[in-house]
């Protein structure tokens, strides 16, 4: 196998339940890295599928000394399968895409030489995205929120697919947050970041691998961990909430010791408490959220356990 700090180029890919991709996958990365540099490096993570993905893997990295393969012990997800590859590469540029060919590997020369004109990090941005209609709808959306609430610009057209040197990866595995949103952990870091418009192809799957649920679930994630602007708007809705409620007050006292008060609001009581209990429900809910976060946080737990390597 080549050292480590002699590699060129590495490909980090997290496959799961991808068995039926994989092989196109690996015989069209093989052309094309044979292409730029000899020192190149492809590094599969099996993110637990159950569908042979991972001996298709080992089948490869047996005949392909540039092809390095980890299991890890159950599915962690894409985010923390990245951060296992990640872990292992050591090239100079180091390339993350999906298994599904979706993100062409015949694209990487043209992140590479765009990167090579002055950038650290070159996003693949998805011209003619081809995921259905409410996919692009539901990401156009979480991009929209996202950016309002952490700051980071977010192109919808941009997701995981891009090339990053060495500088900006050795400071990603540093980072060691077990809430992990890929694309913002990189904008985070900084330097310089271009785009470079890729073709989008069709996933060979048909479908995303990803159930809906979990898709909304690293969608709440990703904001609560880059934004706590939800906490300071409870905070605003809180005072706006008191200050009415103190005008109220007033206006009812003078309305009491000037004796215009005759009949005892009952319609008003009700709504007030029905009101002010979702919003505090509401707020203590909100408030429970990133307590959980911290818990989760404060374990330190290791991102990822790994099975098997080959
Ligand atoms: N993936 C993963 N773990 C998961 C789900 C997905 O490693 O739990 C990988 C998958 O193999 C692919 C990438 O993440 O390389 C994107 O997954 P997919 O194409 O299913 O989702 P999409 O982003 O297209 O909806
Ligand atoms: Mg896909």
Do not use: C
Not at 166 to 193: D, H, N, T
Not at 240 to 264: C, D, E, K, Q
């Amino acid at each position: 196998m080549n050292e480590k700090t002699d590699i060129f180029l590495s490909v980090v890919i997290p496959v799961y339940q991808s068995a039926s991709s994989l092989e196109e996958l690996i015989r069209r990365l093989g052309e094309v890295l044979k292409g730029i540099s000899r020192q190149v490096e492809l590094i599969l993570v099996d993110d637990g599928s159950s569908d042979g993905s991972w001996d298709l893997i080992q089948k490869a990295a047996v005949s392909n000394d540039w092809i390095r393969g980890f299991r890890l012990s159950r599915n962690f997800g894409q985010h923390h399968a990245i951060a296992a590859g990640l872990d292992a590469s050591g090239g100079e540029w180091t390339v993350v895409m999906d298994a599904d060919l979706q993100d062409l590997p015949e694209e990487i020369p043209h992140l590479l030489s765009k990167a090579q004109y002055g950038y650290e990090v070159v996003w693949g941005r998805r011209v003619g995205r081809t995921d259905s209609w409410h996919k692009k709808l539901l990401s156009a959306l979480f991009h929209r929120i996202f950016r309002y609430m952490s700051g980071f610009p977010q192109d919808p057209a941009v997701g995981n697919f891009g090339i990053y040197h060495k500088k900006v990866v050795q400071e990603l595995v540093q980072m060691r947050e077990s809430i992990r949103y890929f694309p913002a952990m990189v904008q985070w870091i900084g330097f310089r970041q271009g785009t470079f418009d890729v073709e989008h192809g069709q996933s060979s799957a048909g479908k995303s691998n990803y159930v809906f649920q979990s898709k909304v679930r690293l969608a709440v994630n990703a904001l609560l961990a880059f934004s706590d602007k939800p906490l300071r708007f409870t905070v605003k809705l809180g005072f706006v909430i008191a200050s009415i409620g103190f005008i109220f007050a007033l206006l009812t006292l003078v309305r009491y010791f000037s004796g215009s008060i005759v009949v005892p609001g009952y319609a008003s009581l009700i709504v007030s408490i029905w009101i002010l209990s979702g919003i505090i429900l509401m707020t203590v809910g909100m408030v429970g959220l990133y307590v959980g976060k911290i818990f989760e946080g404060v374990k330190k737990r290791p991102l990822y356990v790994v099975a098997q390597q080959t």
